[in-house]
């Protein structure tokens, strides 16, 4: 067993929440643990904190983890991290005025709009999210009906 620093640690809890849904923190210790890593409960807990952890409902209606900040390379990765999110949790599209409406799983709103924010699509000023409605603000100079296009594309629908 070994004591990584928090760096290494926090990748791991990372790698570990991307490979399969985990709803508790003991499951993540324990999944630590299986791969020599030596932390508390305690440790996990501030981890997941600090990478910006949020439960979500997926797909089952189960909770699990999920890191809305995570993205390792800001450009193809975040293009294939919004494509997932959008893909999983996204259920409607719709456009009126210089407004998107996504509507998504309940929970997840919050984590879409997230990755929205860093995926930095061309006219999204910003957006507001609620538990299952997420409302995205475009700029003037862009058609939202374009940019509701293309976000109905990324989720498939």
Do not use: W
Not at 110 to 127: F, K
């Amino acid at each position: 067993m070994a004591t990584l620093g928090k760096p290494q640690r926090q990748h791991r809890i990372l790698r570990i929440i991307e490979e399969q849904p985990l709803s508790s923190q003991a499951q993540i210790v324990q999944l630590l643990e299986a791969d020599g890593v030596v932390a508390t409960q305690a440790t996990v807990s501030r981890d997941l904190e600090e990478l910006g952890a949020v439960k979500v409902r997926i797909p089952g209606g189960t909770m699990a983890y999920a890191i809305p900040e995570h993205s390792r390379e800001r450009s193809d990765a975040g293009d294939d991290h919004l494509r997932r999110l959008m893909g999983e949790f996204v259920v409607e599209v719709a456009h009126s005025g210089n407004l998107v409406l996504l509507r998504t799983l309940p929970g997840s709103a919050h984590v879409v709009g997230s990755a929205v924010d860093r995926a930095g699509i061309p006219g999204v000023l910003g957006n507001v999210a609620g538990d299952d409605t997420l409302v995205l603000i475009c700029a003037e100079t862009h058609a939202s009906s374009e940019v509701a296009a293309g976000l109905a594309d990324l989720a498939g629908l």
